[in-house]
């Protein structure tokens, strides 16, 4: 509907990009448009074909869905786009630049199968570089469609993620946040070192040695 559509200075189509946003998704449809492809996929859409559109599905970690449509309907009309909104604030987010841009780097809880209770590293497209750093963290592998590490590497993993920008998720905070607890509080053992018994190789070591040995040993 005209009524709610916004219309770029200089529009690159006259076909608006629909943009529809539920508590659980945000979904964007158009006729078929390389340029818009483009966009979608570099914000972490992906295509739905029962939602006959491309889709971003909101996570405790993403933002809210009012915030990722609008992030959406800004960067469309920055390209030209015309795009079709009908929640009246969501529109108004777009055009003033008032939302929060998602985050796009962040460690979860991994809470089933293999490796449940490891941290998972995500991170929005490919990035050599930052998966070769993050392979380099004590205790990390890869799996599946993410590094993962070990929960006693928690130190490790802190210091990385202030380096290169990651958040943790409330579920792998809360986590960190008790193993660390345990790790303060565990008890501390010292271990009697026993050494292992040296054995003669040679009768060579016996003869030059300053412990008796047998005499027949000795011709």
């Known amino acids: 509907m005209i009524d709610h559509t916004l219309f770029p200075e200089s529009p690159v189509t006259k076909i608006p990009v629909l943009i529809e946003a539920t508590p659980s998704w945000v979904v964007a449809s158009t006729e078929y448009n390389e340029r818009f492809i483009s966009i979608v996929k570099s914000l972490g859409y992906e295509w739905k074909g029962k939602y006959t559109g491309w889709v971003k599905k909101i996570m405790s970690f993403t933002g809210s869905p009012e915030d990722q449509a609008a992030e959406l309907a800004n960067r469309l009309l920055a390209s030209g786009f015309p795009v079709e909104i009908e929640d009246p604030e969501i529109r108004r987010k777009a055009v003033e630049g008032d ?88 008890q501390r053992i010292k271990v009697v070192k026993v050494e292992k018994p040296k054995h003669r190789d040679s009768i060579t070591d016996v003869l030059d040695s300053d412990s008796e040995v047998l005499d027949d040993l000795k011709d």
């Open 99 to 186: 939302f929060t841009p998602e985050h796009t780097r962040w460690i979860l809880k991994i809470v089933g199968g293999k490796y449940e209770g490891w941290f998972s590293l995500k991170w929005l497209g490919r990035n050599e570089e930052l998966y070769r750093m993050a392979r380099r963290l004590p205790g990390s592998r890869w799996s599946g469609n993410s590094v993962i590490v070990r929960p006693e590497c928690y130190v490790e993993l802190e210091d990385f993620a202030q380096i290169f920008g990651f958040r943790f998720a409330p579920e792998a905070q809360k986590m960190l946040d008790e193993i660390r607890e345990k790790m303060e509080n565990v």
